[in-house]
């Protein structure tokens, strides 16, 4: 069975997180992308979500890894919702699997961006409430 591109390209920027390849995970956004840093904080833009992964990569001393343990695609026209199992780590940072929330969109030349980056998911309605 063939892969879903919107799979495919979360696969692309997986390994360009992991790589620190911070030009070519910029391809996968589009201009006006949201990326969820940590519940409660944000990154607008292909500029910020950039300064963001840089300032990741340090925070995982440069060993972040990251990669998908099931994932469901929900396609409607230009627009996908992905729900992903999502699991994280680095030296020092055991294994932490989130339930992820990805959105996508089609360009007019046909390739899938990604326009929200929600590696937490729903957690962050209730990391973000404080009562």
């Known amino acids: 069975m063939n892969q879903h591109p919107v799979q ?5 920027a997986d390994k360009a997180i992991v ?4 030009d ?7 201009d006006d992308a949201v990326l969820v840093i940590e519940p409660g904080r944000n990154a607008v833009g292909k500029s910020e979500i ?22 469901e695609i929900l396609e409607s026209g230009d627009t996908a919702l992905v729900l992903a199992n999502t ?20 360009s007019p ?3 899938w961006l990604c326009s929200i980056d929600n590696s937490y998911g729903h957690e962050i309605i209730s990391l973000h409430m404080r009562f």
């Open 24 to 30: 070519a995970l910029m391809d996968i956004y589009t």
């Open 109 to 111: 030349s046909g390739a």
């Open 8 to 12: 495919l390209q979360i696969e692309r």
């Open 50 to 71: 950039r300064k963001a992964f840089e300032a990741i990569a340090v925070y995982f001393k440069n060993g972040l890894q990251v990669e998908q343990n099931g994932m």
């Open 87 to 106: 699991v994280v780590s680095g030296p020092g940072f055991p294994a932490a699997e989130r339930k992820a929330t990805y959105v996508f969109n089609k």
């Open 19 to 22: 790589a620190e390849d911070f």
